[in-house]
């Protein structure tokens, strides 16, 4: 299997301060993104925090690595790894706060998908998303963690409402704010030719049309 791989960040036209961060580690195929709040310097202190921790951890388990690239082991076996090293960024990133007043309550998204052996592991809090574009169609693998995706799933309100809706972007869950954090994780088969894309609400959130977003991606 081969992996092209491509990261980019941008302050884009109306902020002065970037809080997101990411990792693009071809070789040791894990590549994540992260959208860090908080304000100030802590959004971007709770993104780096977590993207340094998501690639130590799993780092550390390169020969664990190796057997899933022999077909010793599945990639499931990293479940508990990503999930791990999200789960305990958060609690220090927590404790950091705790410390230090002007951090306090700074959190940051999280979406870390790892690929080995014909499979991809997806690990995510957040609003931040994975797509898959596979034969030229577009699929969301990642599921908002926002007031207003959980309203649309509940059937609490139509998708015309979700659009205007000036709770877009309060997040139901983050890396950080709180002790602890449920981290959604999901193993699933790679296919020849498949692109796949990791990135915050700064892009995400400008489109609602698939055929725009293949297209920028250029498959």
Do not use: W
Request: with cysteine; hydrophobic share 40%; net charge negative.
């Amino acid at each position: 299997m081969q992996i092209q791989a491509f990261g980019h960040s941008d302050v884009g036209r109306e902020r002065q301060h970037n809080e997101d961060c990411f990792l693009n580690d071809p070789e040791l195929g894990l590549f994540v993104v992260c959208d860090g709040m908080g304000g100030h310097a802590a959004g971007e202190v709770a993104s780096a925090h977590t993207v340094r921790t998501v690639h130590r951890i799993v780092s550390e388990q390169r020969a664990l690595l190796e057997d899933v690239r022999a077909g010793r082991a599945e990639l499931d076996v990293f479940v508990p790894v990503v999930r791990g090293a999200i789960e305990l960024a958060c609690t220090e990133i927590y404790q950091l706060g705790l410390s230090d007043k002007a951090k306090r309550g700074m959190g940051t998204t999280c979406t870390a998908f790892m690929v080995a052996n014909g499979k991809g592991l997806l690990a995510h809090v957040g609003d931040s998303r994975l797509y898959l574009v596979r034969r030229g169609h577009l699929t969301q693998l990642s599921q908002d963690h926002t007031y207003v995706a959980e309203a649309l799933r509940q059937g609490l309100i139509r998708p015309e409402e979700a659009e205007k809706s000036p709770y877009g972007n309060v997040v139901t869950r983050a890396v950080g704010p709180q002790s602890n954090v449920l981290v959604d994780v999901m193993v699933f088969g790679l296919a020849p030719g498949d692109t796949y894309l990791l990135c915050s609400d700064g892009l995400h959130q400008y489109t609602n049309d698939a055929a725009e977003l293949v297209r920028v991606l250029d498959v």
